[in-house]
């Protein structure tokens, strides 16, 4: 059942249903694998097979997602499934009211909830506060009082660790110690996506196992299944956006599907193509600065992001179509007629710098610099690279 909620990985997956299924499963794994691959969903799915009550009647297929127990880890509140990854040190510190650093520590606990509402929210995020020195010694000591403890209700405890790589060195030094000798009743999936940064002796006592990001197709077919109501071109254009990466996916995923407040990935889109047809039409050039003027007013910086990435993407496009014109994997199958256009038109542009050019910009909005500035220099650099005779 909810094995099926996972994108991708039917290799990893494999892996672990057999382990299950002949009671072999490892003590200890590593997760390894680019960050948003979905490694980290693979994790707490395991962790809930293990505790659900009624995986044992469904073999193969993971676990039920409606009982008590499923309900509890997906709510990140079940006793037997620990979470860990990077807080800051003041998180542990006691609160006492008569104290000063009261007001510090309930923003620090406000932070933290925070990240755990985002991780609710989006399952693919990997959450991290911002002033952590990494995974504290004090976590690994709770997690070590906690593994000395029975599971409840006849299952498993699964201690999932999130960024291994950023344990502390005397937190990794006092986790190693716990997988040297591990209790029975235990399960680690330690994750990672810069697996060669994690203690080797650590390591060394888990069983790695490999994500890659899930393929195209299989982003494609999730968003399908989610949201039926949007078409093709619509998933095709956030798979292309997303880059295997699905906490993006699922963010522009919302984006699109959202109360339409917010104007929608797909419209987005035909904003920045519209904005380079402006661009190519002399008569027209005066209309392309209004845009640039109009970007910081109407679309938030992520927003903006998105508009630039959809001219590098239209750009690959019209490369792809200059290469082969009959290229079926478009990221905008929707308007390749106006692709075919474009390479026609402009047989011997240099695309490859226009999209050197975009980049710089989208790192210098990244920057926080002025977006009427740099758009209007991106927007001068780009018509004399398209309009060269
Ligand atoms: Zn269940």
Known sequence: ?????????????RVLKTALGADRLAH?????GPEGSGKETVAFELAKILNCRNSRDLPGEG????????????????PNVEYLFPIEAALLEPSDPSKKENKKVTEVKERYEALIEEKLRNPFFTPAMERSMGILTEQVLILQQKAALAPRDGGKKVFIISQAERLHPTAANKLLKLLEEPPAHVVFVLVSSRPESVLPT??????????????????????ARRAPQLDEAERRFIVSLSRGNLASALELLEAETGDGAAPAVVGIRNKAIDYLRNILVPAKFHEAIGTCEELPKNLSRTEQ????????????????????????????????ENTNRFV?????????????AIEEAMRTINRNASVILVMAGLTAELRGILQKR
């Open 28 to 32: 200890a794994y590593l997760f390894a």
């Open 1 to 13: 059942m909810s094995w099926n909620n996972i994108v991708g990985h039917e290799h990893q997956l």
């Open 63 to 78: 676990s039920c997602g409606v009982c008590e127990s499923c309900r509890q880890a997906d709510r990140l509140m079940h």
């Open 202 to 223: 650590i390591r060394s006592r888990c069983q790695t196992l490999s994500f890659a990001r899930p393929k195209p197709a299989e982003i494609e077919a999730w968003i």
């Open 344 to 356: 026609k038109a402009f047989p011997n542009r240099d695309l490859y710098q226009a999209s050197t």
């Open 305 to 336: 992001l998105i508009f630039l990435d959809a001219l590098l993407l239209f750009f690959q496009d019209v490369t792809r179509r200059a290469i082969d014109p009959a290229f079926p994997e478009l990221n905008n199958p929707d308007i390749a």
